[in-house]
């Protein structure tokens, strides 16, 4: 059975990083893309980048482009998202995913995590 | 940037009823669409994929259609349980992808 299983939830103050983790299991965690979904409260759902973790080959949105790392350790089947300067406007909730691959695309996500609640407050 | 839109942002509608959402793209994207329904304080779910295609396990009153930039989803029945916000979400070949802003669907 595929799994995706994030981290716990965190409470941080504005300026401190942040590493949130998601496992991968019950696949090839190398032979998927996984990626990131940002969901801030009462608002809709952001696609903020994926990564393939057999290359590390990673794509941002623009709107995410030098305001996150995405990373991945295939050794752990375990992808990352950081910050290294949290603001208050990245309280959200963040989702791991896994994009559908059939008839020689991907197709959407249809595997993602329980999902981490980042929340930045003083 | 391909931008995405849906209409209407929300409905209300009665069991039962025929329910119609609709989502464009600002460029052509063939038939590269997906639909995902969010329900209350629950995780997405994908629906549809390729425009049209439903995903396993996914009821039949849900279907989707389309091509280059107007689609739609379709509830033919609309069940209790189907009270959700719904985003359809375009994807390419580079792996970019964009959701729509959402349109949330209510028990009348």
């Known amino acids: 059975e595929v799994q995706l299983v994030q981290s716990g939830a965190e409470v941080k103050k504005p300026g401190e990083s942040l590493k949130i983790s998601c496992k991968g299991s019950g696949y090839s965690f190398t032979s998927y893309w996984i990626g990131w979904v940002r969901q801030m409260p009462g608002k809709g759902l952001e696609w903020m980048g994926i990564?393939?973790?057999?290359?590390?080959?990673?794509r941002y949105s623009p709107s995410f482009q030098g305001q996150v790392t995405i990373s991945a350790d295939k050794s752990i089947s375990t992808a990352y998202l950081q910050w290294s300067s949290l603001k208050a406007s990245d309280t959200a909730m963040y989702y791991c995913v896994r994009p559908l691959y059939g008839s020689g695309s991907y197709n959407g996500f249809d595997y993602w995590g329980q999902g981490t609640l980042v929340t930045v407050s003083s | 940037d391909i931008q995405m839109t849906q209409s209407p942002s929300s409905l209300s509608a009665s069991v039962g009823d025929r329910v119609t959402i609709t989502c464009r793209a600002s460029?052509?994207?063939?038939?590269?669409l997906a639909w995902y329904q969010q329900k209350p304080g629950k995780v997405p779910k994908l629906l549809i994929y390729a425009a049209s295609t439903l995903q396993s396990g996914v009821p039949s009153r849900f279907s989707g259609s389309g091509s280059g930039t107007d689609f739609t989803l379709t509830i033919s029945s609309l069940q209790p349980e189907d009270v959700a916000t719904y985003y359809c979400q375009k994807y390419n070949s580079a792996l970019l992808f964009t959701f729509g802003p959402g349109t949330k669907v209510d028990i009348k």
């Open positions: 460029q052509g994207i063939s038939n590269y």
């Open positions: 990564i393939y973790p057999g290359d590390s080959d990673t």
